[in-house]
């Protein structure tokens, strides 16, 4: 048992770390709006921008990631998501490009 809540607790700070180094942190207020916008790479060897699908995860603290909503890149690679949070607290948004070079925000809504 002992040995199982180890495991769980170095998972979770291993998991806090990791989105922590990655994350670009930003503080707002309840009720503001959060604009996120953002390009496409290249794919190796070309000049050509991914196009596609973009996908907007979020989870608040350290709890499971949701899907938020997606959108599609316009034919330059480039897209917008906004975002309103409802609530307080820590919110980690993911988003899932179709270059795959996932990028990461931490906003803390106070």
Same mark, same amino acid.
């Given at each position: 048992? #002992?040995?199982?809540?180890?495991?769980? !607790?170095?998972? *979770?700070?291993?998991?806090?770390? &990791?989105?922590?180094? @990655?994350? #670009? %942190?930003? &503080?707002?207020?309840?009720?503001?709006?959060?604009? $996120?916008?953002?390009?496409? %790479?290249? @794919?190796?060897? +070309?000049? +050509?921008? @991914?196009?596609?699908? !973009?996908?907007l995860s979020g989870r608040? %603290? =350290? %709890?499971?990631? #949701?899907? $938020? +909503?997606?959108? *599609? +890149?316009?034919?330059?690679?480039?897209?917008?998501? @906004? !975002?309103?949070?409802? #609530?307080?607290?820590?919110?980690?948004?993911? =988003?899932?490009?179709?270059?795959?070079?996932?990028?990461?925000?931490?906003?803390?809504?106070?």
């Amino acid at each position: 048992m #002992r040995r199982r809540l180890l495991f769980f !607790v170095a998972l *979770a700070v291993l998991t806090m770390s &990791s989105t922590a180094v @990655a994350a #670009r %942190g930003f &503080s707002m207020k309840l009720g503001s709006t959060f604009t $996120i916008t953002g390009r496409t %790479g290249s @794919a190796k060897g +070309t000049h +050509t921008r @991914a196009v596609g699908k !973009v996908v907007l995860s979020g989870r608040w %603290g =350290i %709890g499971r990631w #949701r899907l $938020i +909503t997606t959108t *599609a +890149t316009d034919s330059a690679g480039y897209y917008r998501f @906004a !975002v309103k949070p409802r #609530r307080r607290g820590d919110l980690t948004l993911r =988003i899932a490009p179709p270059d795959h070079h996932q990028r990461f925000y931490l906003l803390h809504v106070r």
